[in-house]
C-alpha cells in the first residue's frame, strides 16, 4: 500500500482544512487507518483513527470535538476534516495503515505528510 497526504496549508487560527490521503493498492478497505502529526521538536502522536468499514474511530483528547476522521473504500481515500484549528496544531500530519482492520496499533506504511500550519 502507498499512502499519498495532501491538503495542507497554512490557515489563521479558527479555520478550517480538510486534510486527505489516497491509497493504492486494492486491500485499503481493510486497513484501519489513522492520522499522525508530529510538531517541530516534539514526538508524533496519534490523532484519529478509523476502522476498515468506517464504523469506529477515535480521537485524541486535543482533537477531540474539532477533528472528523472519515474514509471512502470506494475512492480508496481517508479524510480528516478539521475545524477551529489553534496554533498548537501546528504540525506536520502524516496518514498511515494498519494491516488490522480494528486497529492493533502496527502502522505498516506511511504516508510521506503534508504540513499544517496555524496562525495565530
Known amino acids: 500500500v502507498q499512502l499519498q497526504a495532501s491538503g495542507g496549508g497554512l490557515v489563521q487560527a479558527g479555520g478550517s482544512l480538510r486534510l486527505s490521503c489516497a491509497a493504492s493498492?486494492?486491500?485499503?478497505?481493510?486497513?484501519?487507518m489513522g492520522w499522525f502529526r508530529q510538531a517541530p521538536g516534539k514526538e508524533r502522536e496519534f490523532v484519529a483513527g478509523i476502522s476498515w468499514s468506517g464504523g469506529s474511530t477515535y480521537y485524541s483528547n486535543s482533537v477531540k470535538g474539532r477533528f472528523t476522521i472519515s474514509r471512502d473504500n470506494a475512492k480508496n481515500t481517508v479524510y480528516l476534516q478539521m475545524n477551529s484549528l489553534k496554533p498548537e496544531d501546528t504540525a506536520i500530519y502524516y496518514c498511515?495503515?494498519?494491516?488490522?482492520?480494528?486497529?492493533?496499533?502496527?502502522?505498516?506504511?506511511w504516508g510521506q505528510g503534508t504540513l499544517v500550519t496555524v496562525s495565530s
Open positions: 493498492g486494492r486491500t485499503f478497505s481493510r486497513y484501519f
Open positions: 498511515a495503515a494498519d494491516p488490522g482492520g480494528y486497529g492493533t496499533g502496527a502502522y505498516e506504511y
